[in-house]
């Protein structure tokens, strides 16, 4: 019973932990672009990001699942081999990390917008090529807002539900993580059960935001305490 | 670096006009000076590579920066300049030392030694005690300071200042002056300057480019410039004030005596009582100088001073009397009604007296530390 909780967390939180890795470098990328470029379809594309949001998880898994499927565009016979994600714990992780690109993308990009060009304008003054600008300059600058927005993923991804469960199931063991545990205790009745792993939802839920609150504490206190 | 003349010659379409401005800028300093919206700024951004727009050419030495009919614009990274905005732009989220150390790769590439010049420009710019402060403590005149320390230890081989002073309140002003005044003295980089303050102006720069619309409208030495019908308006809109340098040789019961000019020959000029007694630069109000024809007695001023007038001109609605006081002195502008001259019947070479309350002048005079 008790060694069953343990892998279902140790389940959650590798998924959750690889979504968010996955998603951090192509999420912070577009939303630079989409803060400091201008290109075409950068408005369609902005949409087509924030899709996820607005649409039930159920309708994303959904769509991922058909994308996956044998004749769909990412299935065997248009790849020519078998990606073998459906029902896996990798299937979890595409549903999870296409959840929350959204949410780091959008913050990231609000992130970058707050940063002033004419700070990485006066970088470049000061002989920094494009990407040194990026990473002496605009990377610290937008650092807390890009921190927010990667912790908002990641807990997007810990509590996922709707799109894993139509693409990865609700295998014991396999893919059956906290969201879903809950839902089959409490569908077979199990309160006691459901009691536990909702506490526990709680407590990682409320470590994560400790996390957060403590990384994004404001650095410019730092020079008092100095 | 055999030379380092600036030679620009660009277009650069604005919003409301075009800037279409042609000059070679060899002196130490050069300013350019306008009224807001003149088009001072842009030009500025143009030298410094932040603006893709401009068309023409750009050179400085034998480095050609821009030349649009060949398609060469080098990006401002390999212009090696410094570049020192009205706001200052430090980067909040280093320290001050780290903002002044921010360009030292390039300091390094360029064979300098960014660790002694921090100490130079720290000890220069009187940032020492600051170093370890985050920027956003620092005050508004330390800002600026900051970011004067910054382009200076960058390894730059202009410096690039856009209205350096102009955020800052009158008293502020008057104490960062003289810095930059040192760094002029003491430092070999060459600056071009904007800037629409006649005192700024004719404390620093060598020339004067003047800048109307977008067009030059005069160029030359400041005094001279700033004396010219199109430009004294601009001026004059701003307060126009002789601008002085001078030591003190006296202090009296609450007042100084200032020397200014040459050892034997220049002229003493009481001042407001001074805390230092290092170089000041005094300034002096146009419009607050009076003329006498003779040399008037039992009057409050304390100075009546001895001059011979060198030029009388007419702008239309006022007229300008410009008076030598001595050897070494830069001549005084005094601002009269437009037909005085006629009625007091000045002539040129004439013997006059030039009539200065104390309290008229006003000291720029560095923070109190006297420097050597």
Same mark, same amino acid.
């Given at each position: 019973?008790?060694?069953?909780?343990?892998?279902?967390?140790?389940?959650?939180?590798?998924?959750?932990?690889?979504?968010?890795?996955?998603?951090?470098?192509?999420?912070?990328?577009?939303?630079?672009?989409?803060?400091?470029?201008?290109?075409?379809?950068?408005?369609?594309?902005?949409?087509?990001?924030?899709?996820?949001?607005?649409?039930?998880?159920?309708?994303?898994?959904?769509?991922?699942?058909?994308?996956?499927?044998?004749?769909?565009?990412?299935?065997?016979?248009?790849?020519?081999?078998?990606?073998?994600?459906?029902?896996?714990?990798?299937?979890?992780?595409?549903?999870?990390?296409?959840?929350?690109?959204?949410?780091?993308?959008?913050?990231?990009?609000?992130?970058?917008?707050?940063?002033?060009?004419?700070?990485?304008?006066?970088?470049?003054?000061?002989?920094?090529?494009?990407?040194?600008?990026?990473?002496?300059?605009?990377?610290?600058?937008?650092?807390?807002?890009?921190?927010?927005?990667?912790?908002?993923?990641?807990?997007?991804?810990?509590?996922?539900?709707?799109?894993?469960?139509?693409?990865?199931?609700?295998?014991?063991?396999?893919?059956?993580?906290?969201?879903?545990?809950?839902?089959?205790?409490?569908?077979?009745?199990?309160?006691?059960?459901?009691?536990?792993?909702?506490?526990?939802?709680?407590?990682?839920?409320?470590?994560?935001?400790?996390?957060?609150?403590?990384?994004?504490?404001?650095?410019?206190?730092?020079?008092?305490?100095? | 670096?055999?030379?380092?003349?600036?030679?620009?010659?660009?277009?650069?379409?604005?919003?409301?006009?075009?800037?279409?401005?042609?000059?070679?800028?060899?002196?130490?300093?050069?300013?350019?000076?306008?009224?807001?919206?003149?088009?001072?700024?842009?030009?500025?951004?143009?030298?410094?590579?932040?603006?893709?727009?401009?068309?023409?050419?750009?050179?400085?030495?034998?480095?050609?920066?821009?030349?649009?009919?060949?398609?060469?614009?080098? =990006?401002?990274?390999?212009?090696?300049?410094?570049?020192?905005?009205?706001?200052?732009?430090?980067?909040?989220?280093?320290?001050?030392?780290?903002?002044?150390?921010?360009?030292?790769?390039?300091?390094?590439?360029?064979?300098?030694?960014?660790?002694?010049?921090?100490?130079?420009?720290?000890?220069?710019?009187?940032?020492?005690?600051?170093?370890?402060?985050?920027?956003?403590?620092?005050?508004?005149?330390?800002?600026?300071?900051?970011?004067?320390?910054?382009?200076?230890?960058?390894?730059?081989?202009?410096?690039?200042?856009?209205?350096?002073?102009?955020?800052?309140?009158?008293?502020?002003?008057?104490?960062?002056?003289?810095?930059?005044?040192?760094?002029?003295?003491?430092?070999?980089?060459?600056?071009?300057?904007?800037?629409?303050?006649?005192?700024?102006?004719?404390?620093?720069?060598?020339?004067?480019?003047?800048?109307?619309?977008?067009?030059?409208?005069?160029?030359?030495?400041?005094?001279?410039?700033?004396?010219?019908?199109?430009?004294?308006?601009?001026?004059?809109?701003?307060?126009?004030?002789?601008?002085?340098?001078?030591?003190?040789?006296?202090?009296?019961?609450?007042?100084?005596?200032?020397?200014?000019?040459?050892?034997?020959?220049?002229?003493?000029?009481?001042?407001?009582?001074?805390?230092?007694?290092?170089?000041?630069?005094?300034?002096?109000?146009?419009?607050?100088?009076?003329?006498?024809?003779?040399?008037?007695?039992?009057?409050?001023?304390?100075?009546?001073?001895? +001059?011979?007038?060198?030029?009388?001109?007419?702008?239309?609605?006022?007229?300008?009397?410009?008076?030598?006081?001595?050897?070494?002195?830069?001549?005084?502008?005094?601002?009269?009604?437009?037909?005085?001259?006629?009625?007091?019947?000045?002539?040129?070479?004439?013997?006059?007296?030039?009539?200065?309350? +104390?309290?008229?002048?006003?000291?720029?005079?560095?923070?109190?530390? =006297?420097?050597?």
């Amino acid at each position: 019973m008790n060694g069953d909780l343990v892998s279902i967390l140790l389940l959650t939180l590798r998924v959750a932990t690889v979504a968010t890795l996955l998603v951090i470098g192509p999420a912070t990328f577009l939303g630079y672009a989409l803060a400091r470029w201008d290109f075409r379809g950068k408005r369609l594309l902005s949409a087509a990001i924030g899709l996820p949001l607005v649409l039930p998880p159920t309708a994303v898994g959904f769509l991922l699942l058909r994308m996956l499927a044998v004749d769909g565009p990412l299935g065997r016979e248009t790849l020519g081999f078998d990606l073998g994600l459906l029902l896996t714990w990798k299937a979890a992780v595409l549903a999870a990390a296409v959840m929350s690109v959204p949410l780091v993308a959008r913050t990231a990009r609000v992130a970058f917008e707050s940063v002033e060009p004419r700070l990485e304008l006066m970088g470049r003054t000061l002989g920094y090529g494009r990407f040194e600008t990026f990473f002496r300059v605009t990377l610290p600058l937008a650092g807390r807002g890009l921190l927010a927005g990667v912790i908002l993923g990641f807990t997007r991804a810990l509590g996922e539900f709707g799109a894993t469960v139509t693409l990865a199931g609700n295998i014991p063991n396999s893919t059956r993580t906290l969201a879903s545990a809950i839902f089959s205790a409490q569908q077979v009745g199990n309160h006691d059960r459901a009691d536990l792993l909702m506490l526990i939802a709680l407590a990682v839920g409320f470590v994560a935001i400790l996390a957060a609150e403590l990384l994004g504490r404001d650095r410019s206190t730092r020079g008092d305490s100095a | 670096m055999t030379s380092t003349a600036l030679d620009v010659d660009v277009r650069l379409a604005l919003d409301r006009f075009e800037v279409t401005v042609a000059f070679s800028a060899s002196k130490p300093v050069t300013g350019i000076f306008g009224a807001s919206g003149a088009g001072k700024t842009s030009l500025l951004e143009a030298v410094a590579g932040l603006r893709r727009g401009a068309r023409g050419r750009i050179r400085l030495g034998d480095d050609v920066w821009l030349d649009s009919d060949a398609r060469r614009f080098v =990006p401002p990274e390999r212009r090696w300049i410094g570049y020192v905005p009205q706001d200052g732009l430090l980067f909040p989220h280093l320290s001050v030392r780290a903002n002044l150390l921010a360009g030292a790769r390039r300091a390094r590439r360029a064979g300098h030694n960014p660790e002694r010049s921090l100490s130079t420009v720290a000890e220069l710019l009187e940032l020492a005690r600051l170093l370890e402060r985050d920027v956003v403590t620092l005050s508004g005149g330390e800002r600026q300071r900051v970011s004067l320390g910054r382009a200076l230890c960058s390894g730059a081989r202009l410096l690039l200042l856009d209205e350096p002073l102009a955020s800052l309140d009158l008293p502020l002003r008057r104490r960062l002056l003289p810095f930059l005044r040192r760094v002029r003295d003491e430092l070999t980089v060459p600056m071009l300057l904007v800037s629409h303050d006649p005192i700024e102006v004719q404390a620093l720069c060598d020339e004067l480019i003047v800048l109307r619309e977008g067009t030059v409208v005069a160029r030359g030495e400041p005094r001279t410039v700033l004396r010219d019908p199109e430009v004294f308006p601009l001026a004059e809109k701003e307060g126009y004030e002789n601008v002085l340098s001078g030591r003190p040789v006296r202090q009296l019961a609450s007042t100084s005596v200032v020397h200014l000019g040459d050892e034997n020959s220049g002229v003493e000029l009481i001042v407001p009582r001074l805390a230092t007694d290092g170089e000041v630069l005094v300034t002096l109000p146009a419009n607050e100088i009076l003329i006498a024809t003779e040399s008037p007695r039992g009057i409050s001023a304390r100075n009546v001073l001895a +001059a011979k007038v060198t030029e009388i001109r007419s702008l239309g609605h006022l007229g300008l009397v410009t008076a030598e006081l001595g050897e070494g002195v830069p001549p005084l502008v005094v601002e009269v009604t437009e037909t005085t001259p006629a009625e007091l019947g000045l002539e040129l070479g004439q013997q006059v007296f030039l009539v200065i309350k +104390a309290t008229s002048c006003r000291l720029y005079g560095g923070s109190g530390e =006297p420097r050597r």
